[in-house]
């Protein structure tokens, strides 16, 4: 979830019109937090498509994150500040769509790091704290391999998951034998209910 040094670091978080915060809301509030990460290179309809769904369905933002410097695949054509200002500018005049830099921070502050989400969770839930619901928003297909991902039992603990899926891609069928046993018993009866724990259920986001 590299890029070249910058003299100063912006705000974690960019606002966009309709929203007056540009950090991380109160620990206090117990106010769901949808993180959407991804290479997003580029941005593209489909990102945006599944994040004004899962705003909709849970009415709270979603913050888009850009991996920094993603371990699963080969580095991004566009690199890390680059990403992050084109993501800003698809978003802009998107109610509930933000910009979070969290792992461009990272990035800056150690170069050459790789961007697991574990470390992202563990920065965020330093600053929200431990009894706010924080969900991940993954692809069906990223589910798929989630037990490939660094140290994701841990993961699955720590936050929800939102997963967003098409109508008969039957990603179910694929899961390993080992995952499908960890997700066992963790769906939701409702997208509400993920507010209710600080993590350690999923929802499926059913897409058109």
Do not use: K
């Amino acid at each position: 979830m590299g890029g070249s040094a910058e003299q100063s670091l912006r705000p974690a978080l960019s606002p966009t019109p309709g929203f007056s915060e540009s950090r991380v809301p109160s620990p206090e509030s117990r106010q769901l937090h949808l993180i959407y990460g991804g290479t997003f290179d580029p941005i593209h309809n489909g990102h945006l498509a599944i994040a004004r769904a899962a705003r909709d369905a849970f009415a709270v933002p979603v913050r888009l994150m850009p991996a920094a410097d993603p371990p699963h695949r080969d580095a991004p054509g566009a690199d890390a500040r680059q990403r992050c200002e084109m993501l800003a500018l698809a978003i802009a005049g998107e109610p509930g769509l933000l910009l979070d830099r969290h792992e461009l921070q990272r990035a800056l502050a150690q170069p050459g790091v790789a961007s697991y989400s574990i470390d992202t969770v563990r920065e965020l839930r330093a600053e929200l704290g431990a009894d706010v619901p924080l969900a991940l928003l993954i692809g069906a297909d990223s589910l798929v391999g989630f037990n490939g991902w660094r140290e994701w039992r841990s993961l699955l603990d720590a936050v929800h998951l939102v997963v967003a899926d098409r109508a008969g891609s039957g990603w179910e069928r694929a899961l390993p034998a080992e995952l499908a046993q960890a997700l066992a018993g963790r769906w939701a009866a409702s997208p509400q209910a993920l507010a209710g724990a600080p993590g350690g259920l999923l929802w499926c986001l059913r897409q058109p």
